[in-house]
């Protein structure tokens, strides 16, 4: 089914939806807001249940995540465990995880109120999907992408299948809610394309079926490691002072900020081409007081680094206290945790199937 054009006067894109974009440099970063087949925006969003989420995680995806829930009216958000085999796991330390995860999650104010929070090997349809988008994408397009190449390289070329098609098993997890809109990072740009351009091509062999999600662009950019500037903030970063996770204590995240590498410059200003370390600090502070970095740059003059370094973490250590507190009573809670993730699985499947049912029809499987 296709959309009549805007009877508003709203842009029209060339799927005939209507299209209003807010341009990169805003407050909010990238938006539009497309009108599904059936009339609903939807957003779409998942994270890999790979240890505490740290502050790059928080200010990069999961902070814009909260806001999302109030701003649409549907809203997905999945701890995609099938992505995190795509390197080994320890099955014991895998479920942990998951748990961790969702309470980090409910702790930092995803509301299941709001939206469906739910873990993604739950809902079979997903890899059902992907078997299906796999058949439909190009090994050379695979190749290609740039995340592949960077994971092969550190792995010595010995990458799995499971790390070469897991772009794919993205794609399924977008489209098989009809997605509208899908949260990015800078680094996920290629994957994003790679959605759009499989539900084109499905919508082509088989008829208009999907929508063609559009990117939210966070406005935030990567949180650069605390020890080297030049590299983003990293779960498995094996210099432990890197990387400033949401349950550090007041103590562990003022020794980070301490560590934290800058110059020789004491002045405080913001230039990542030539001061990385510092406008690191710089764009943290602003992202965790949500003043502007002209302002904290303005309220930080005459303070040499050494003693930004101790402001800057104690704006974080404030921004964190009531995450970190509220995350230690839900970990305490298994049942609650199990039952957030049941309903909100429950609420997925109802969603995925018949979306599903409608796919194995369209290729000719019912």
């Not at 807001?33 to 995806?61: K, M």
């Not at 059902?128 to 190009?138: G, K």
């Not at 650069?224 to 990387?243: G, I």
Request: glycine share 6%.
């Amino acid at each position: 089914m296709r959309l009549r054009p805007s009877q508003d006067g709203a842009p029209l894109n060339a799927e005939g939806a209507w299209v209003l974009e807010i341009h990169p440099g805003t407050s909010r970063g990238t938006q539009s807001y497309y009108r599904s087949p059936d009339g609903v925006q939807r957003v779409f969003s998942g994270i890999q249940p790979t240890g505490v989420p740290h502050l790059g995680n928080y200010l990069g995806a999961i902070e814009s995540w909260v806001r999302l829930q109030s701003e649409h009216g549907s809203v997905l958000y999945s701890i995609v465990d099938l992505h995190s085999i795509t390197v080994p796991q320890d099955p014991a330390g895998l479920r942990q995880s998951i748990w961790d995860m969702t309470a980090a999650l409910l702790a930092c104010g995803i509301n299941p109120e709001k939206s469906v929070l739910f873990q993604q090997s739950q809902v079979s349809e997903h890899t059902q999907l992907s078997w299906i988008l796999t058949c439909m994408v190009r090994l050379p397009r695979l190749q290609h992408l740039h995340q592949w190449k960077a994971k092969t390289a550190k792995q010595k070329h010995d990458g799995t299948m499971g790390l070469l098609t897991y772009p794919v098993l993205q794609a399924a997890d977008v489209l098989l809610y009809k997605s509208t809109h899908v949260p990015v990072g800078e680094d996920q740009i290629q994957h994003m394309e790679l959605i759009q351009d499989l539900a084109r091509g499905f919508n082509k062999n088989y008829g208009e079926f999907f929508p063609v999600p559009k990117s939210i662009l966070t406005s935030m950019k990567k949180v650069k490691s605390l020890r080297d500037p030049s590299a983003k903030m990293s779960k498995s970063d094996p210099d432990k002072l890197a990387t400033v996770r949401i349950t550090d204590s007041p103590e562990e995240i003022v020794q980070k900020f301490r560590k934290a590498v800058t110059d020789f410059t004491s002045e405080v200003t913001y230039d990542p081409a030539s001061r990385g370390g510092v406008s690191n600090l710089v764009a943290i502070h602003s992202a965790v007081t949500g003043l502007p970095v002209e302002e904290v740059v303005r309220q930080s003059a005459g303070i040499d680094t050494a003693r930004y370094k101790l402001v800057v973490a104690d704006a974080v250590i404030e921004k964190f206290a009531p995450i970190r507190s509220e995350m230690a009573k839900l970990k305490m809670d298994k049942g609650h945790l199990q039952k957030v993730l049941q309903a909100g699985s429950a609420k997925a499947k109802e969603l995925a199937y018949p979306v599903c049912q409608e796919v194995k029809e369209l290729v000719g499987f019912r």
